[in-house]
């Protein structure tokens, strides 16, 4: 049963730390897409690649966040430095070119 | 401006069947209806989608209105694991096929 992993699962840090969240897509998507989720935004996307190359990054607060696929077994999404408003959770998901988007659980990251 | 509009919640009684609505009144001719559910605690979870036509699986069926202007998400016996909150997402096809979550529809399933 392919799943999408990712991890931590739960991230505590202090503000102006640097995070890095991993996630890995099932093998054989070509489709990566990162999420955030909080009470008051609701599931928001951020960035997404296809082919491992990025597509659109516009949701993403440039300044302190990347995202990148250095392999097709990886994403990684950084906050440098992270403040308290990034507390959220924090989900991957991958799927081919149109359909099933496959979400990983998340990590929850909390930003004191 | 939004380019979903869900009830924020409903509720149903167990076994019996549920019907989701969702406007879309901005959809264009190419966009895609997708439907996703979250349960508490987990990832967002695929549904069902489709573009002009009604389409069943396992799990639901999407009925799509003649104009596309809105869809219904049917469970067809709800059971106490259908509780979650559904999201009802257009894909527009003319930005590269991301999704815009809204701010779905919290089913609760009465015993």
């Known amino acids: 049963d392919a799943r999408v992993t990712q991890t931590p699962r739960h991230k505590v840090t202090e503000m102006g730390q640097e995070v890095t969240m991993r996630c890995q897509p099932i093998?054989?998507?070509?489709?990566v897409f990162w999420y955030r989720q909080t009470m008051m935004q609701g599931l928001e996307l951020l960035a997404y690649?296809?082919?491992?190359?990025?597509?659109?990054d516009s949701g993403m607060p440039k300044d302190r966040f990347s995202a990148e696929m250095p392999d097709a077994t990886l994403a990684t999404l950084k906050i440098q430095p992270s403040e308290p408003r990034d507390s959220a959770v924090y989900f991957c998901?991958?799927?081919?070119?149109?359909?099933?988007?496959?979400f990983g659980p998340g990590t929850r990251l909390t930003v004191t | 401006d939004a380019k979903t509009t869900q009830p924020n919640s409903m509720e149903s009684n167990e076994e019996e069947p549920v019907h989701l609505p969702c406007n879309h009144s901005?959809?264009?001719?190419?966009?895609?209806i997708h439907w996703y559910r979250q349960l508490p605690s987990q990832g967002p979870e695929y549904v069902i989608h489709?573009?002009?036509s009604n389409v069943n699986n396992r799990m639901a069926s999407l009925a799509i209105a003649e104009d596309r202007k809105s869809s219904t998400l049917i469970l067809h016996r709800a059971t106490l694991r259908d509780a979650a909150v559904y999201y009802c997402?257009?894909?527009?096809?003319?930005?590269?096929?991301?999704?815009?979550f809204g701010t779905g529809t919290s089913l609760t399933v009465i015993p």
């Open positions: 997402i257009l894909e527009f096809t003319n930005t590269g096929n991301q999704f815009y």
């Open positions: 690649f296809r082919n491992r190359a990025p597509l659109d």
């Open positions: 489709g573009l002009t």
């Open positions: 998901a991958s799927g081919l070119h149109r359909g099933e988007q496959y």
């Open positions: 093998l054989g998507h070509n489709t």
């Open positions: 901005t959809i264009s001719g190419t966009d895609y």
